[in-house]
């Protein structure tokens, strides 16, 4: 039983620290948008993790992890890289 606990702990632990959290400068204008994007950011965030779900496998996302100089997952860089093409400057 303790066996158990202790398993579902660590393992819970683990999946945590797997969950990427963009972070955005949110001062409206990133490169040469004429127009500030800062009010999509949340509608921008929900449609590219959709995105990032859909085209990304936990083994892939393995894969891509162990081989990545940055330590990045497929699912963070295509997080980081749609948010980048929607016009956000993303810090992280």
Do not use: Q
Not at 49 to 70: C, E, H, M
Request: glycine fraction near 4%.
């Amino acid at each position: 039983m303790k066996k158990t606990i202790l398993f579902t702990v660590v393992f819970c632990t683990l999946l945590s620290a797997c969950a990427y959290k963009p972070i955005i400068d949110s001062n409206g204008r990133s490169g040469t948008f004429d127009k500030s994007k800062a009010e999509n950011v949340t509608n921008d965030k929900i449609l590219c993790r959709k995105l990032a779900n859909d085209n990304t496998s936990f083994v892939g996302n393995i894969v891509y992890w162990s081989l990545s100089p940055t330590m990045d997952t497929k699912k963070e860089s295509l997080i980081r890289k749609c948010l980048t093409n929607r016009g956000h400057s993303v810090l992280n």
